[in-house]
T-cell receptor, first 113, second 111 residues
Framework: NAGVTQTPKFQVLKTGQSMTLQCAQDMNHNSMYWYRQDPGMGLRLIYY???????DKGEVPNGYNVSRLNKREFSLRLESAAPSQTSVYFC????????????FGPGTRLLVL | DAKTTQPNSMESNEEEPVHLPCNHSTISGTDYIHWYRQLPSQGPEYVIH???SNVNNRMASLAIAEDRKSSTLILHRATLRDAAVYYC????????????FGTGTSLTVIP
């Protein structure tokens, strides 16, 4: 099992460009999450999907949109990237909503110039 | 979700026990205590969790104070692979979809 996979691993954008970060899990989990981690900081939740067909805002949703494409895949879109969105983005999944254990992907490093 | 307070950094000698403290004085009755760790350039990984009683697993032990206002993660024998940032997180067992990560404790293991 690959667990949680994320693409791309690294991306450089110019201010105003758009991009979609992809996340997939092969553990048949119901819930998926997107976090961002700024240098020297802990993770902050952007959006989550408790189950297929539902999405909800987390702590820092502004500037992002998400799509739960199917049970396996959860994408994060930046419509107009800003330097403040330079960060490392982590996707995670859990078996059920409010699952006691979240499994994290390796992260996507995003640099917005 | 209630907040937690952890020391910014700690050091330990290799093969010695490590006690990582966490204060959570505003914890509520339904809050679970979770510990995750993040190795360099990786995503966080689950370590252990508990509600009221002390917990043991193959990675670590979790000691929870009787009043639940603090807890301690115990690594019984630190190895160089245990060098990571350790996060203590509270999650409401009834409503908590979200984990709130603080800045954690950066553990350095000295050979």
């Amino acid at each position: 099992n690959a667990g949680v996979t994320q693409t791309p691993k690294f991306q450089v954008l110019k201010t105003g460009q758009s991009m979609t970060l992809q996340c997939a899990q092969d553990m048949n989990h119901n819930s998926m999450y997107w976090y961002r981690q700024d240098p020297g900081m802990g993770l902050r939740l952007i959006y989550y999907s408790a189950s297929e067909g539902t999405t909800d805002k987390g702590e820092v949703p502004n500037g992002y949109n998400v799509s739960r494409l199917n049970k396996r895949e959860f994408s994060l879109r930046l419509e107009s990237a800003a330097p403040s969105q330079t960060s490392v983005y982590f996707c995670a999944s859990s078996e059920v909503p409010r699952g006691r254990t979240q499994y994290f992907g390796p992260g996507t490093r995003l640099l917005v110039l | 979700d209630a907040k937690t307070t952890q020391p910014n950094s700690m050091e330990s000698n290799e093969e010695e026990p490590v006690h990582l403290p966490c204060n959570h004085s505003t914890i509520s009755g339904t809050d679970y205590i979770h510990w995750y760790r993040q190795l360099p350039s990786q995503g966080p990984e689950y370590v252990i969790h508990g509600l009221t009683s002390n917990v043991n697993n193959r990675m670590a032990s979790l000691a929870i104070a009787e009043d639940r206002k603090s807890s301690t993660l115990i690594l019984h024998r630190a190895t160089l692979r245990d060098a990571a940032v350790y996060y203590c997180i509270l999650r409401d067992g009834d409503t908590g979809n979200q984990f709130y990560f603080g800045t954690g404790t950066s553990l350095t293991v000295i050979p």
